[in-house]
Nanobody, 122 residues
Framework: QVQLEESGGGLVQAGGSLRLSCAAS????????INWFRQAPGKEREFVAA????????NYADFVKGRFTISRDNAENRVYLQMNSLKPEDTAVYYC???????????????WGKGTLVTVSA
C-alpha cells in the first residue's frame, strides 16, 4: 500500500512559479513510478509528468516540456513538480499517483492522492 498526499497548490499570476510536493508513505514507495496528472474543470484527467523509481528517467507531456520539472527524493519519500512560466491554461487540480508504468491513461495508476488546486490568473 502507498498513501499519497499533495501540497503546494495555490493562486499565482501568469508567468509565475509553484512547486508541488507529493508526500508518500508505505514501504514500497521506492518501487513505483510516480506520475503527476491534472484535471481542469469540465475536462478529462491528463498526464503531466512522471519519474521512475530511481529518479533517473523522466517523462513529460508536450505542453509542459521546458516549463515543468519532476524530481524525487526516496530518502524523504517525496516527489516534486517544479512549475515555471505558468499559464492560465495550467489551472487544474493536480494529482500525484503511483503506478508500475509512466504516463498513459489514469487507469494505469495504482494509487492516487486527493489532489491540490493550482489556479493561474491572467
Amino acid at each position: 500500500q502507498v498513501q499519497l498526499e499533495e501540497s503546494g497548490g495555490g493562486l499565482v499570476q501568469a508567468g509565475g512559479s509553484l512547486r508541488l510536493s507529493c508526500a508518500a508513505s508505505g514501504r514500497t514507495f521506492s518501487s513505483y513510478n510516480i506520475n503527476w496528472f491534472r484535471q481542469a474543470p469540465g475536462k478529462e484527467r491528463e498526464f503531466v509528468a512522471a519519474v521512475n523509481w530511481s529518479g533517473g528517467v523522466r517523462n513529460y507531456a508536450d505542453f509542459v516540456k521546458g516549463r515543468f520539472t519532476i524530481s524525487r527524493d526516496n530518502a524523504e519519500n517525496r516527489v516534486y513538480l517544479q512549475m515555471n512560466s505558468l499559464k492560465p491554461e495550467d489551472t487544474a487540480v493536480y494529482y500525484c499517483s503511483a503506478g508500475l508504468v509512466r504516463g498513459g491513461a489514469p487507469t494505469n495508476m495504482n494509487y492516487w492522492g486527493k489532489g491540490t488546486l493550482v489556479t493561474v490568473s491572467a
